[in-house]
């Protein structure tokens, strides 16, 4: 049985080529977030808008290239004063940046989401960028796994028994 070729046009080598170099975009930025380690981390009634100008001070001084982070605010403009302005009582010590990020944010119910360029912090108002659920009607049984292992039996009998060597 031969191999069968699959060919990409220049649009997919494209697409394959921007979804590679922004997913290593943000894995830099994930990587960054890992390495900056606090010693200690102390909040007390601090607005969250504050303490979240403190971590860009902070991983400014600690990152190696000095650039630091961005931070992006998604929040519904009705609850944006409301979300920034809420007190912060927080007390962590040696602690990746990543994990003060995430327990700032699940203290107060908010999503964040690494990108190339910035942490995208959502109030759940906005959907952040990236996820896209979609919905496919599908018959009963299509996904019965017997089945559809039968049916790729017959498809394989079926290449070796027509013969067709095709490149």
């Known amino acids: 049985m031969k191999a069968k070729r699959c060919t990409i046009g ?48 902070v991983s400014r001084r600690l990152d190696r290239d000095g650039e630091g982070l961005n931070f992006v605010y998604l929040f519904a403009p009705r609850y944006r004063e409301a979300h920034l302005g809420a007190p912060v009582t927080l007390q962590l010590r040696d ?15 908010l999503e964040y989401r690494v990108e190339t360029w910035a942490i995208l912090i959502s109030d759940g108002t906005r959907p952040l960028p990236g996820l896209e659920t979609r919905v496919y009607p599908i018959r009963a049984g299509v996904l019965d796994a017997s089945r559809t292992r039968r049916r790729a039996r017959a498809i394989d009998n079926w290449d070796e028994a027509d013969g067709d060597d095709n490149n």
């Open 10 to 57: 220049w649009r997919g080598a494209l697409a394959c080529t921007l979804l590679v170099c922004l997913t290593a975009g943000a894995a830099d930025m994930r990587a960054k977030l890992r390495t900056l380690h606090l010693d200690n981390v102390r909040f007390e009634d601090k607005p969250l808008a504050e303490a979240f100008r403190e971590l860009r001070r």
């Open 95 to 109: 602690i990746p940046l990543e994990e003060v990020i995430r327990y700032l944010c699940m203290a107060y119910g």
